[in-house]
């Protein structure tokens, strides 16, 4: 089975920065999509940003030019860099891949969501 481990979360104050990581472990044959959403307290999980396997990103509106995604498929990695933070990005945040894996030499789509980390912007 695939599994994502977070870290990088945390409290910061306005206008700081936080860089959050995402690795997957498993028999990943490939990748399609990795991302970050994000879930705030009465609130639907939302996209923070999404990067395909070649390379191509989108974002939410709210995370255009303050966010950047980034991701290794190489080492099952994925990055979000974020900057310029205010409160209304206080959220539990989510790692999510998309891909193929093959633990009984057996080809099989998967699609798996880390655990989540707590980032909180206050001053």
């Known amino acids: 089975q695939v599994q994502l481990v977070e870290s990088g979360g945390g409290l910061v104050q306005p206008g700081g920065s936080l860089r959050l990581s995402c690795v997957a472990s498993?028999?990943?044959?490939?990748?399609?999509?990795m991302g970050w959403y994000r879930q705030a307290p009465g609130k639907q999980r939302e996209l923070v940003a999404r990067?395909?396997?070649?390379?191509?990103?989108n974002y939410a509106d709210s995370a255009k030019g303050r966010f950047t995604i980034s991701g290794d498929n190489a080492k099952n990695t994925l990055s979000l860099e974020m900057n310029s933070l205010n409160p209304e990005d206080t959220a539990f945040y989510y790692c999510?891949?998309?891909?193929?894996?093959?633990?009984?030499?057996?080809?099989?789509?998967?699609?798996?969501w880390g655990q989540g980390t707590q980032v909180t912007v206050s001053a």
């Open positions: 999510n891949v998309r891909g193929v894996e093959r633990p009984h030499m057996v080809s099989s789509p998967f699609n798996v």
């Open positions: 498993g028999s990943i044959v490939s990748i399609v999509t």
């Open positions: 990067i395909a396997s070649g390379g191509s990103t």
